[in-house]
T-cell receptor, first 110, second 117 residues
Framework: DAKTTQPNSMESNEEEPVHLPCNHS???????IHWYRQLPSQGPEYVIH???SNVNNRMASLAIAEDRKSSTLILHRATLRDAAVYYC???????????FGGGTRLMVKP | GAVVSQHPSWVICKSGTSVKIECRSL??????MFWYRQFPKQSLMLMAT?????????EQGVEKDKFLINHASLTLSTLTVTSAHPEDSSFYIC?????????????FGPGTRLTVL
C-alpha cells in the first residue's frame, strides 16, 4: 500500500470545525482513502472512506483533491469526545490488511 | 457500523503462563480477521492475518509458535500468547473484515491489555 503523510498533532477549539490533512502523492488509481480514529485505550474506529468524490457521513466529511494526491478529513463541530489519533490509510480495492502510520493526534480544547 | 468484541478486555498473568484472547464479529461473518499489537505511544503493528478454516499468515518477526491463532468459525478468532513474558505486555487489537460493502471495511475490537508480571 502507498504511504501517507500526516501532521503529528493538531489542536482545535470545541464547537469549531477541524480540517485534518493527509498527503498521499504516490496513490495509485485503485487505492481507496480510509480514515480511522483511535480514542485512548480503545481499538480504532472506522470514520469514512472515499475514492475520487467527496464523501459525507454522520461522523465526518472527506474532501479529496482533484489529483487525489491529498485529502482532508473534516469534523464540522469538534467536541471533546473527538480527541483521538486520526489515521489516514490507503488501501487497494483488493487489499487485505491495513497499514497504520503515525496518525495525527487531535487535541480539543474546551 | 458492524460490531467486533474482544474478551477479556484486560488480563494480568505471571511470566510463563499462556493467555487466550477471543475476537468475535457480532453481526456479520468474517472470513478474514487480523491481529495487531500496539505498544505505548506507538501505532498499531499487524501481527498476523487469520483466515477461517486455514492457517494464519504471520508478519515478519512474529513467532508463530508463540502467538497461536485459531479461526475456527466465521465469527470467532482466538489469539493465544504462549509462555508469556514481560516483553509481551502490550495492547492486542483484532479486526474483522466485512466484505458486504465495496470496498470491504475492517472493523476493530476494543482491544485487550495484557500485562505479564
Amino acid at each position: 500500500d502507498a504511504k501517507t503523510t500526516q501532521p503529528n498533532s493538531m489542536e482545535s477549539n470545541e464547537e469549531e470545525p477541524v480540517h485534518l490533512p493527509c498527503n498521499h502523492s504516490t496513490i495509485s488509481g485503485t487505492d481507496y482513502i480510509h480514515w480511522y480514529r483511535q480514542l485512548p485505550s480503545q481499538g480504532p474506529e472506522y470514520v469514512i472512506h472515499g475514492l475520487t468524490s467527496n464523501v459525507n457521513n454522520r461522523m465526518a466529511s472527506l474532501a479529496i483533491a482533484e489529483d487525489r494526491k491529498s485529502s482532508t478529513l473534516i469534523l464540522h463541530r469538534a467536541t471533546l469526545r473527538d480527541a483521538a489519533v486520526y489515521y489516514c490509510i490507503l488501501r487497494d480495492h483488493a487489499g487485505n490488511m491495513l497499514t497504520f502510520g503515525g496518525g495525527t493526534r487531535l487535541m480539543v480544547k474546551p | 457500523g458492524a460490531v467486533v468484541s474482544q474478551h477479556p478486555s484486560w488480563v494480568i498473568c505471571k511470566s510463563g503462563t499462556s493467555v487466550k484472547i477471543e475476537c468475535r464479529s457480532l453481526d456479520f461473518q468474517a472470513t478474514t480477521m487480523f491481529w495487531y499489537r500496539q505498544f505505548p505511544k506507538q501505532s498499531l503493528m499487524l501481527m498476523a492475518t487469520s483466515n477461517e478454516g486455514s492457517k494464519a499468515t504471520y508478519e515478519q518477526g512474529v513467532e508463530k509458535d508463540k502467538f497461536l491463532i485459531n479461526h475456527a468459525s466465521l465469527t470467532l478468532s482466538t489469539l493465544t500468547v504462549t509462555s508469556a513474558h514481560p516483553e509481551d505486555s502490550s495492547f492486542y487489537i483484532c479486526s474483522a473484515r466485512d466484505i458486504t460493502g465495496a470496498p470491504d471495511t475492517q472493523y476493530f475490537g476494543p482491544g485487550t491489555r495484557l500485562t505479564v508480571l
